[in-house]
């Protein structure tokens, strides 16, 4: 089982529609990355939060340190948002990053 | 700052030759990371330095591979007798300091013919 585990694998949406991904966790963390992943392969850092909530524009990412758990959310959802997002999280004990495999977004026009 | 760059963005190479890939992270990054992701999979840790320091190596990084940061700024990951399971994208990372964020280079796509 991967320490890091996303759901769903693969969304497709229609434009403007409210869009959640998730992240579950096994491991202790310092702290939780979301990134994004374009079809050319470039990564972006989207957030790191190691609680409550942060917000960037129509991006939401939210974690739940006890329960392990963490969302990335977008609203108003748009075709250039299609792209694959990971979950990914330093290891407490060093700063090796554990990568979950991504969720593949397509929003539709 | 032009973030982290990496050289060459692609690299086509036959079963057994040797290739070498370069990262240039942010200046004054003393954090630096190589990963690999192959399709469809999430990225996986090789090995990471701080300053000219390895500090980790995955058990992914078999004997065929080494990775040096000689000066503590580029670093370089040299694959030996490359194989066709070599076949994936090399994604570099940097940060200033330990657990703050990583910020990724464009990678580097190897097919191994």
């Known amino acids: 089982k991967n320490e890091v585990e996303q759901s769903p694998q693969n969304l497709t949406a229609q434009e403007g529609e409210f869009i959640t991904i998730n992240c579950s966790y096994s491991?202790?963390?310092?702290?939780l990355h979301w990134l994004q992943q374009h079809p050319g392969g470039g990564i972006v850092s989207l957030f790191m939060l190691s609680s409550g909530k942060k917000k960037h524009g129509r991006l939401i990412a939210t974690i739940n340190i006890q329960e392990k758990h963490s969302s990335l959310h977008i609203t108003a959802s748009h075709p250039r948002d299609s792209a694959v997002y990971i979950c990914?999280?330093?290891?407490?004990?060093?700063?090796?990053?554990?990568f979950g495999k991504g969720t593949r977004l397509h929003i539709l026009p | 700052d032009t973030g982290v760059s990496q050289d060459p963005r692609h690299k086509i190479t036959k079963r057994g030759q040797n290739v070498t890939f370069r990262c240039d992270p942010i200046?004054?990054?003393?954090?630096l990371y190589w990963y690999r992701q192959t399709l469809g999979q999430g990225p996986e840790f090789l090995t990471y330095?701080?300053?000219?320091?390895?500090?980790?190596k995955s058990r992914l990084l078999s004997d065929r591979f080494s990775a040096e940061r000689p000066k503590g700024s580029f670093s370089t990951l040299e694959i030996q007798r490359t194989e066709q399971g070599d076949s994936a994208m090399y994604l570099c990372?940097?940060?200033?300091?330990?657990?703050?964020?990583?910020?990724f280079g464009p990678g580097t796509r190897l097919l191994v013919l």
């Open positions: 200046s004054e990054h003393n954090r």
């Open positions: 990914a999280a330093p290891m407490n004990r060093d700063d090796k990053i554990i």
């Open positions: 330095f701080q300053n000219e320091a390895q500090l980790e």
């Open positions: 491991v202790g963390i310092s702290a």
């Open positions: 990372a940097s940060s200033f300091r330990p657990r703050e964020t990583q910020y």
